[in-house]
């Protein structure tokens, strides 16, 4: 139980261009999803928190209009990177975690973008 | 506020010796403290968890952690290491009393396990 999917798992866009990344949780409802940015052989760094319905709530420093986040539904929350340029290519993370459930967030594999 | 500090960014081990990746943390509420491991490309996999209760904690994989909240520690120990526990691997702390809240991740320690 408690599997977090993200869609794609790789992503190569050209500079300008937008890019979505789903994170699905398969089998529970996930009432938070967070979004994770990882540079390479680094620590994740925590973008935004979105609460189901609400509006999401983004780190200090973290571009709330290039980095548009949806969570619409219990087990969707897109991640949408606007106008991406190449210092965007990263390894983007979401988990999930439903207060109900656990206290546990539960991590999706990773998408990996590269921005040309 | 929370942090945690993760001793070493690099441990290399031969295979069948004691594994010991140090974490501190520091949080103004009762600590949950967390262990991931992360294989290259992929996202990250719970290998333990506290929250209350019994101070030593033990996880998949062989691995298990102490708490020690006199230390504000949560060191993490594989007593014979394999090469598949070759990866990245980070600490994390959020506040008990908010479950759910936001976790605080270690800069995170790779270990290399030598053959």
């Known amino acids: 139980g408690a599997v977090v999917s993200q869609h794609p798992s790789r992503v190569i866009c050209k500079s300008g261009t937008s890019v979505k990344i789903e994170c699905r949780s398969l089998d529970f409802q996930a009432t938070t999803m967070f979004w994770y940015r990882q540079f390479p052989k680094q620590s994740l760094m925590l973008m935004a928190t979105s609460n189901e319905g609400s509006k999401a709530t983004y780190e200090q420093g973290v571009e709330k209009d290039k980095f548009l986040i949806n969570h619409a539904s219990l087990t969707l929350s897109t991640l949408t990177v606007t106008s991406a340029h190449p210092e965007d290519s990263s390894f983007y993370i979401c988990?999930?975690?439903?207060?109900?459930?656990?206290?546990?967030?539960?991590f999706g594999p990773g998408t990996r973008l590269t921005v040309t | 506020a929370q942090s945690v500090t993760q001793l070493g960014s690099h441990v290399s081990v031969s295979e069948g010796a004691l594994v010991l990746l140090r974490c501190n943390y520091s949080s103004s509420v009762p600590p949950y403290l967390f262990w991931y491991v992360q294989y290259p490309n992929q996202g990250l996999q719970l290998l333990l968890k506290y929250t209350t209760g019994a101070t030593l904690v033990k996880g998949i994989n062989g691995f298990e952690a102490e708490f020690k909240k006199s230390e504000t520690s949560f060191h993490l120990t594989k007593p014979s290491a394999h090469v598949s526990d070759a990866a990245e691997y980070f600490c994390?702390?959020?506040?008990?009393?908010?479950?759910?809240?936001?976790?605080?991740f270690g800069g995170g320690t790779r270990v290399l396990v030598k053959p």
């Open positions: 988990s999930a975690f439903d207060r109900l459930l656990s206290y546990e967030q539960y």
């Open positions: 994390a702390v959020t506040q008990a009393a908010a479950a759910g809240n936001k976790l605080t």
